[in-house]
C-alpha cells in the first residue's frame, strides 16, 4: 500500500509541475538543398525569432572525404537576452564561437615564466624523484 501511494504521488506531483500546454510555434521560413556531390545547406526560422544554418561540403583529408561544416544559430532566452553561436566541424574539430561560452582566464606570469622554463629543460622531466 505505500508503495502505491509513493507510485500516485509521484504522479500527481507531475501532473501539478508540468509546464502549461503551449502553441507550437510556427516555421515562418525553411531552405533545404542536397546537392548529388554531397555538399548541402539547410536553414530554418521560427515565429519566436529561432534561426539555425548549417552548409557542408566534402573534402578530402589524407585519405578520407568527410563533410565539412560551418553553421550558425541565434535565439533570444526567456528573460529577452539574445544568443548567437557559429561554428566550424572540419578536420581540427568542432570550433564553435560565441559570447556565451566562457573563456579560460588568462594564464598568471609567473606559471607563464615556470611552463617556459620546463619546456627550455626537459631533460629535468626524466630526472626520478629523490628517495628519502
Known amino acids: 500500500m505505500v508503495k502505491v501511494s509513493f507510485v500516485i504521488l509521484g504522479f500527481v506531483s507531475l501532473a501539478f509541475g508540468a509546464p502549461a500546454e503551449q502553441e507550437p510555434v510556427p516555421i515562418v521560413a ?3 538543398d542536397l546537392q548529388p556531390d554531397g555538399t548541402f545547406k539547410w536553414s530554418f526560422e521560427t515565429g519566436d525569432g529561432v534561426k539555425q544554418e548549417q552548409t557542408g561540403q566534402p573534402k ?8 565539412v561544416l560551418q553553421g550558425s544559430a541565434s535565439w533570444t532566452d526567456n528573460e ?11 578536420e581540427n574539430g568542432y570550433q564553435p564561437q560565441s559570447a556565451d561560452i566562457p573563456q579560460a582566464p588568462e594564464i598568471p606570469a609567473a606559471i607563464a615564466r615556470a611552463l617556459e622554463y620546463n619546456a ?7 630526472q626520478e624523484p629523490a628517495k628519502q
Open 60 to 67: 578530402q583529408i589524407e585519405q578520407e572525404t568527410p563533410v
Open 120 to 126: 627550455a629543460h626537459p631533460e629535468q622531466d626524466t
Open 80 to 90: 529577452g537576452n539574445s544568443h548567437q553561436l557559429t561554428y566550424v566541424a572540419d
Open 30 to 32: 525553411q531552405e533545404s
